[in-house]
């Protein structure tokens, strides 16, 4: 079982900078695969970027060039540095892990979610 603790959102302008933070307690994240997903009011979730054990990294097109997934197997946290953020960013951001090397970019995919952490771009 692995908990997901996600912090880091808030409130910033366009073309500003955030990053979030995906906490894993009662275990480490050796072995998973760890995801950030959004969901805008009325939207479905999206996939956002992922992030494999062995730390290989795939984004979602949207974000490509703003958006940098990174871990710290020390300290079992995987941060979403996001640069460069626009009104369309805003939205509930939560992390998902799954066992498993291989990166997937569909929600069903992820067996452990978090609680979600809100980020509102103002324009």
């Known amino acids: 079982q692995v908990q997901l603790v996600e912090s880091g959102g808030g409130l910033v302008q366009a073309g500003g900078s955030l990053r979030l933070s995906c906490a894993a307690s009662?275990?480490?994240?050796?072995?998973?695969?760890v995801g950030w997903f959004r969901q805008a009011p009325g939207k479905e979730r999206e996939f956002v970027a992922a992030?494999?054990?062995?730390?290989?990294?795939y984004y979602a097109d949207s974000v490509k060039g703003r958006f940098t997934i990174s871990g710290d197997n020390a300290k079992n946290t995987v941060y979403l540095q996001m640069n460069s953020l626009k009104p369309e960013d805003t939205a509930g951001y939560y992390c998902?892990?799954?066992?498993?090397?291989?990166?997937?970019?569909?929600?069903?995919?992820?067996?452990?979610w978090g609680q979600g952490t809100q980020v509102i771009i103002s324009s």
């Open positions: 998902a892990a799954r066992e498993g090397l291989f990166i997937k970019t569909a929600a069903s995919r992820y067996d452990y």
């Open positions: 009662k275990r480490t994240f050796s072995g998973y695969t």
């Open positions: 992030i494999s054990w062995d730390g290989v990294t």
